[in-house]
């Protein structure tokens, strides 16, 4: 069973988010890109999975401009056996990026697809559902524990819920978007990376997988939050219950 994983390029977690002059969106250039901390989740439990014998190859996918094949490298010198990229200057809103796994899935054939539940750039969390949707296949969304059954054919995902935990059985194939708390990725070691650097990365456009890329979305504007007030000391009790009810208006 072959098992495909969406990795993206994301401004790195630990870098200080600015927001263009314009206004039209977050400043990107000469900013550390990494892959998304869930999509990194998603490819160490697919590789999990194949180390424990119950799949044969794990393929890493990624769509956007050509910087994306960083990413895919160190999909590669994590331990995926090939990387396909997608190459577009376009901006990609969930909707198209699902349509092009489909395609994606319509010419290699895996038995799972694995996702991150959203990216940490967009926080859209769409994408897996909507590529379930289009193929027509079961999902696990926020997955905590996936186990897998090959002579049932079926994955059990062990999904967080604000009631606590919930159990879905999923008949393969099928989808599976990963949460935190599912496992801890792996490091890529030297020899792997520089491994990675020599291995062919497959290419497509979205017009030979026969996708239209358009979008339904139009991005108005990004602004930053508003910034936090200093905070103030207060003598007693009676002078917060006045601030709180007077220039807070919470009470």
């Known amino acids: 069973m072959k098992i495909m994983v ?34 990194e989740i998603g490819l160490e439990e697919a590789l999990r999975i194949k180390e424990s014998g119950l799949a044969s190859e794990v393929i890493a996918v990624s769509m956007g401009p050509s910087q994306c094949v960083d ?16 190459e577009s200057s376009a901006i990609l809103y969930p909707l198209s ?9 319509d010419v290699e054939k ?19 559902q909507m590529v379930a949707g289009l193929l027509n296949w079961p999902q696990g969304t926020f997955a905590s524990k996936v186990v897998l059954d090959k002579q049932r054919d079926v994955a059990t995902v062990e999904r967080e819920v604000d009631g606590g935990l919930e159990t879905l059985c999923l008949d393969l194939p099928a989808v599976i978007t990963t949460d935190l708390r599912l496992n801890q990725p792996r490091y890529a070691t030297l020899p792997n990376i520089m491994k990675a650097k020599s291995k062919v990365i497959k290419k497509f456009t979205p017009q030979e997988l026969n996708v239209d890329i358009k979008s339904d979305l139009e991005v108005v504007q990004v602004t930053e ?17 006045d601030k709180l009810k007077n220039e807070a208006h919470v009470i």
Do not use: W
């Open 71 to 86: 990413t895919l490298r160190t999909g590669l010198a994590m331990g995926a056996d090939r990387a396909i990229h997608v």
């Open 225 to 241: 939050p508003p910034k936090r007030k200093a905070g103030v000391i207060v003598s007693s009790v009676d002078d917060l219950i």
């Open 110 to 128: 895996p038995g799972l697809l694995i996702l991150g539940k959203q990216a940490i750039d967009d926080d859209c969390n769409q994408t897996g």
């Open 6 to 39: 969406a990795i993206k390029r994301v401004v790195d977690y630990a870098v200080k988010i600015r927001v263009k002059p314009d206004k039209s969106g977050v400043e990107t250039s000469n900013v550390k890109m990494s892959m998304n901390p869930f999509c």
């Open 97 to 105: 990026v699902a349509k092009l796994l489909k395609a994606l899935v």
